[in-house]
Nanobody
């Protein structure tokens, strides 16, 4: 199983970025995908999740209405579109995958596989 996150960078407040997570080594459409983030000195926190079919999504309250999670099962890739970015969104963003959510979709231990982080910095 491999998850490759990309798309991070430096953006001004109010700007947008789209993160991608390319997956391989498993049946992508059968897996729930999630995005988490971790700022220096803080715990890893839930951002968004999407079911295998894409029919069900959940968001952290802090990003609801600004971020959109989606997936393209034909390309084995999921995305996190981030709009209206704020300085407090600055963090390393990680994608995660699991066949069955082990605990809860908003908990890191609910996911079996993790990609490397991609850094998002929101600053003027």
């Amino acid at each position: 199983v491999q998850l490759q996150a990309s798309g991070g960078g430096l953006v001004q407040p109010g700007g947008s970025l789209r993160l991608s997570c390319a997956a391989s080594g498993f049946t992508f459409s059968s897996y729930t995908m999630g995005w988490f983030r971790q700022a220096p000195g803080k715990d890893r926190e839930f951002v968004a999740t999407i079911s295998g079919s894409g029919a069900t999504t959940h968001y952290a309250d802090s990003v609801k209405g600004r971020f959109t999670i989606s997936r393209d099962n034909a390309k084995n890739t999921n995305y996190l579109q981030m709009n209206s970015l704020k300085p407090e969104d600055t963090a390393a963003y990680f994608c995660a995958a699991t066949r069955f959510v082990r605990s809860a979709y908003y908990r890191p231990d609910g996911y079996a596989y993790w990609g490397q982080g991609t850094q998002v910095t929101v600053s003027s």
